[in-house]
Protein backbone atom coordinates (compact mmCIF):
# COMPACT_ATOMS: atom_id res chain seq x y z
CA UNK A 1 0.00 0.00 0.00
CA UNK A 2 1.06 3.70 -0.56
CA UNK A 3 -0.18 6.87 0.23
CA UNK A 4 1.59 9.70 -1.95
CA UNK A 5 0.11 13.39 -1.69
CA UNK A 6 0.57 15.81 -4.34
CA UNK A 7 0.96 19.16 -2.76
CA UNK A 8 1.11 20.89 -6.20
CA UNK A 9 -2.08 19.91 -7.28
CA UNK A 10 -3.66 18.66 -3.94
CA UNK A 11 -4.23 15.46 -4.55
CA UNK A 12 -3.99 12.71 -2.74
CA UNK A 13 -3.50 9.24 -4.22
CA UNK A 14 -3.85 6.28 -1.88
CA UNK A 15 -2.88 2.94 -3.70
CA UNK A 16 -3.70 -0.40 -2.32
CA UNK A 17 -2.05 -2.52 -5.05
CA UNK A 18 0.00 -2.21 -7.99
CA UNK A 19 -2.37 -3.63 -10.73
CA UNK A 20 -3.64 -2.91 -14.24
CA UNK A 21 -6.39 -0.81 -13.95
CA UNK A 22 -9.69 -1.74 -15.82
CA UNK A 23 -12.02 0.95 -14.94
CA UNK A 24 -12.23 4.12 -13.32
CA UNK A 25 -15.32 5.24 -11.15
CA UNK A 26 -16.51 8.78 -10.30
CA UNK A 27 -17.56 8.58 -6.23
CA UNK A 28 -18.39 12.63 -6.80
CA UNK A 29 -16.91 15.20 -8.73
CA UNK A 30 -13.37 15.27 -6.79
CA UNK A 31 -12.88 11.10 -5.86
CA UNK A 32 -11.98 8.47 -8.09
CA UNK A 33 -12.66 4.80 -7.73
CA UNK A 34 -9.83 2.69 -9.20
CA UNK A 35 -10.90 -1.03 -10.20
CA UNK A 36 -8.92 -4.23 -11.98
CA UNK A 37 -10.80 -6.27 -14.16
CA UNK A 38 -12.87 -8.26 -11.08
CA UNK A 39 -13.95 -5.23 -9.35
CA UNK A 40 -11.34 -4.97 -6.66
CA UNK A 41 -10.37 -1.27 -5.33
CA UNK A 42 -6.70 -0.56 -6.18
CA UNK A 43 -6.47 2.98 -5.64
CA UNK A 44 -8.63 6.34 -4.29
CA UNK A 45 -7.77 9.12 -5.68
CA UNK A 46 -9.11 12.42 -4.18
CA UNK A 47 -8.58 16.07 -5.17
CA UNK A 48 -9.06 19.02 -2.82
CA UNK A 49 -6.87 17.12 -0.44
CA UNK A 50 -5.94 19.21 2.09
CA UNK A 51 -9.78 20.87 3.00
CA UNK A 52 -11.52 17.17 2.68
CA UNK A 53 -8.72 14.42 4.21
CA UNK A 54 -6.97 17.32 6.01
CA UNK A 55 -3.84 16.27 4.48
CA UNK A 56 -0.96 16.25 4.02
CA UNK A 57 -1.21 15.57 7.58
CA UNK A 58 -1.00 11.95 7.96
CA UNK A 59 -0.36 8.94 10.75
CA UNK A 60 -0.04 5.49 10.25
CA UNK A 61 -0.50 2.99 13.45
CA UNK A 62 0.31 -0.98 12.85
CA UNK A 63 -2.56 -1.95 15.80
CA UNK A 64 -2.01 -6.14 17.02
CA UNK A 65 -5.03 -8.25 16.84
Known sequence: MKVRY???TDTLLI???AARIAETRDLDEDTLLE???EGNICAITMEHASTRADAP???Y???AA
Do not use: C, P
Open 35 to 37: LDA
Open 61 to 63: EQV
Open 57 to 59: KFS
Open 6 to 8: FHD
Open 15 to 17: EFR
